[in-house]
């Protein structure tokens, strides 16, 4: 790709047009797709090989994209059968650009190809967050369970995003999405404050005037959702798995009183490789 052509790098004229570039070296790229971004009328969606490929291309865009916004939007980095949820830095990241999206009219998406073959959260659900202003009433033994209905998880001390803790007075979140936690001070049943915090000192900050909490789960859990989940034609869920190693089925005790509940069908396969 010539100079003048990293300024101004073709674009598809319509829908199912096709133009091929030849990728520049190093950070030459980020500079070209960011000119790109700048021409498009709406957000354009870089599909990077992987995670890595990924940050590296936000990292050289933050630098050329100017007021443009960088969405990432990055890999679960996870495997089917893992015992673990993705990490809730990389949900936090995810729910913030599904929520952000539909408002962008000019920016770049930065997608890992395997994110790809994912479906994503109904919109409604992203949508579904908890606005938290001065002067609002707010009782917090239902706020706790309405948090708790939303995936957030009560921790004695609030570190990473999908994190809060009450302590008299005081309910410390740190919000799906959000850059820093919030500790929300209360007069009676009356918010008087809201201050960021450090969460490595639990200092408070800056003082805010309101916050949004967004979902801290990408799709919902709520027994309406699990009964459309049923209703689509749900037959049941294989946990399968080789003999040798397959897990404690005491590890997916939870999962399974939550399907039950919901009168879904269960099946557990250990099976044959």
């Not at 980020?30 to 709406?42: D, F, N, P």
């Not at 090989?49 to 969405?71: C, H, M, T, W, Y």
């Not at 995003?161 to 009676?188: K, W």
């Not at 999962?255 to 490789?273: D, Y």
């Amino acid at each position: 790709m010539t100079e003048p052509m990293l300024l101004q790098p073709p674009l598809p004229a319509r829908a199912g047009h096709r133009r091929y570039w030849t990728t520049p070296p190093g950070a030459a790229l980020a500079l070209a797709v960011a000119a790109a971004a700048r021409e498009h009328a709406g957000p354009l969606v870089l599909v990077a090989r992987d995670s890595q490929q990924a940050a590296a291309l936000e990292r050289e865009l933050a630098v050329f994209a100017g007021d443009l916004p960088v969405l990432p939007f990055p890999d679960w980095e996870t495997l089917p059968y893992d015992l673990f949820s993705p990490h809730p830095e990389i949900v936090s990241q995810r729910v913030a650009t599904l929520y952000r999206l539909p408002e962008v009219k000019r920016g770049i998406l930065v997608v890992p190809v395997a994110t790809l073959m994912q479906r994503l959260a109904p919109r409604s659900h992203v949508n579904s967050g908890i606005d938290m202003g001065l002067g609002q009433t707010l009782d917090l033994a239902a706020e706790q369970r309405r948090l708790e209905a939303a995936g957030y998880r009560n921790v004695p001390q609030v570190g990473e995003p999908g994190d809060f803790a009450v302590r008299g007075a005081l309910l410390d979140i740190f919000p799906m999405g959000a850059a820093v936690p919030y500790r929300i001070e209360l007069f009676d049943d009356e918010i008087e404050s809201i201050r960021s915090f450090d969460p490595e000192t639990q200092r408070s900050q800056d003082k805010v005037e309101s916050v949004r909490l967004l979902p801290a789960r990408e799709f919902p859990l709520s027994d309406e959702a699990a009964a459309r989940f049923r209703d689509r034609g749900l037959t049941g869920w294989d946990l399968a798995g080789p003999e040798a190693s397959f897990p404690d089925p005491l590890a997916h005790a939870e999962a399974f009183e939550a399907a039950r509940a919901a009168g879904l069908r269960i099946t557990v396969h250990a099976g044959e490789w």
